[in-house]
T-cell receptor, first 111, second 114 residues
Framework: QKEVEQNSGPLSVPEGAIASLNCTYS??????FFWYRQYSGKSPELIMF??SNGDKEDGRFTAQLNKASQYVSLLIRDSQPSDSATYLC???????????WGLGTSLAVNP | DTAVSQTPKYLVTQMGNDKSIKCEQN?????MYWYKQDSKKFLKIMFS???????INETVPNRFSPKSPDKAHLNLHINSLELGDSAVYFC?????????????FGQGTRLTVV
């Protein structure tokens, strides 16, 4: 089992819809969870982080963490074409605080 | 001011050559990283330095040698370049002990070996 798993997609949603991106992780000791957005040809940029169970909202983005089920998700409300990118899930696990990355989910928001 | 800057942005070179990529961060972070992103977009950590000390060294050919002269700089030297080294290399920094565990990335260096 991979340490951090994401559905590679592509996930295609119409403009204005809710995009739901999911990520599961294998290390129960994981403490910190991050969502990065990467546009084609650009570097990853942090958009959300969450440390505690439950929801965390920031504008149109909501991160959801469920440590018992070992998953973290990202919801994007009112999706815009500019949200079209690859979304990378990253988890800090282990004593060396190494970021473990998923392969990313490609999101396409259609006008 | 750019937080994490790496040079060059593009690098095209022939097989067998030796090349270096430089990285500097002005965020005051104590940890720096080199990542490789291949054509399948998989982001894989190569090295991590904390205060000039190597703390993560993934399974990387020993043709790759990182050097950290101080905690604001982490350079990557690659000897005897091979076709399979073609990828985008990202430098990143973070400050896990200072409450900033997430990584901030440079703009990437696209290395093409011909």
């Amino acid at each position: 089992q991979k340490e951090v798993e994401q559905n590679s997609g592509p996930l295609s949603v119409p403009e204005g819809a809710i995009a739901s991106l999911n990520c599961t992780y294998s290390d129960r000791g994981s403490q910190s969870f991050f969502w990065y957005r990467q546009y084609s040809g650009k570097s990853p940029e942090l958009i959300m982080f969450i440390y505690s169970n439950g929801d965390k909202e920031d504008g149109r983005f909501t991160a959801q963490l469920n440590k018992a089920s070992q998953y973290v998700s990202l919801l994007i409300r009112d999706s815009q074409p500019s949200d079209s990118a690859t979304y990378l899930c990253a988890v800090i696990a282990g004593n060396n605080r190494k970021l473990i990355w998923g392969l990313g989910t490609s999101l396409a928001v259609n006008p | 001011d750019t937080a994490v800057s790496q040079t060059p942005k593009y690098l095209v070179t022939q097989m067998g050559n030796d090349k270096s990529i430089k990285c500097e961060q002005n965020l005051g972070h104590d940890t720096m990283y080199w990542y490789k992103q291949d054509s399948k977009k998989f982001l894989k950590i190569m090295f991590s330095y904390n205060n000039k000390e190597l703390i993560i060294n993934e399974t990387v050919p020993n043709r790759f040698s990182p050097k950290s002269p101080d905690k604001a700089h982490l350079n990557l030297h690659i000897n005897s370049l091979e076709l399979g080294d073609s990828a985008v290399y990202f430098c990143a920094s973070s400050h896990p002990n200072g409450g900033t565990p997430e990584a901030f990335f440079g703009q990437g260096t696209r290395l093409t070996v011909v």
